[in-house]
């Protein structure tokens, strides 16, 4: 693998790099249960927030465990997956964070830099991230470049949250 920019989306988007178990669901459920318990949703929620999703076209309610990082005041988050699509910009969204049900104020990042950047503050703060979306890291212990763009490139978005 190069360590060279992938430059522009390609023309063959590669399919996502996360890693998912067969049982998602199942694990989600038990996360979601472990988030809403207040104890419990204090120490787990250190590293992991709930974001309450309604999909634009269906109007299907999600409820999606998504590990954070927080930077500068907000909340930062990334993925690969679908329900990323129904976040937009200057729009609220629904969080548990912590225990508490709360709103937060959306910014979604979707050019390469912006993903690729905001990707490497996630790994470097929780290797969990970096391991569940296919992000190794070189000897000084950063994020590999190459690793960073191709997650980009399979359709990541990351999101700062602004808890309000």
Same mark, same amino acid.
């Given at each position: 693998m190069t360590s060279q920019p992938v430059t522009g989306r390609p023309q063959a988007t590669p399919g996502p790099r996360a890693q998912t178990l067969a049982v998602q669901g199942l694990v989600n459920r038990v996360v979601r249960g472990l988030l809403r318990t207040p104890l419990v949703g204090r120490l787990v929620g250190s590293r992991l927030v709930t974001v309450y999703v309604v999909g634009r076209k269906?109007?299907?309610?999600?409820?999606?465990?998504?590990?954070?990082? $927080? $930077?500068?005041?907000?909340?930062?988050?990334?993925?690969?997956?679908?329900?990323?699509?129904?976040?937009?910009?200057?729009?609220?969204?629904?969080?548990?964070?912590?225990?508490?049900?709360?709103?937060?104020?959306?910014? &979604?990042?979707?050019?390469?830099?912006? &993903?690729?950047?905001?990707?490497?503050?996630?790994? $470097?703060?929780?290797?969990?991230?970096?391991?569940?979306?296919?992000?190794?890291?070189?000897?000084?212990?950063?994020? &590999?470049?190459?690793?960073?763009?191709?997650?980009?490139?399979?359709g990541a978005r990351a999101f700062r949250l602004t808890p309000r």
């Open positions: 269906s109007g299907r309610r999600y409820a999606v465990p998504v590990a954070y990082t $927080r $930077r500068e005041g907000h909340l930062l988050i990334g993925t690969p997956f679908g329900w990323g699509r129904n976040l937009r910009s200057g729009e609220t969204v629904a969080i548990r964070l912590k225990g508490r049900r709360r709103l937060a104020d959306v910014q &979604v990042l979707t050019d390469e830099g912006d &993903v690729v950047d905001a990707y490497a503050v996630m790994a $470097r703060d929780n290797h969990g991230f970096a391991r569940f979306n296919s992000i190794g890291f070189d000897p000084a212990g950063n994020p &590999v470049p190459a690793d960073l763009h191709l997650a980009w490139a399979a």
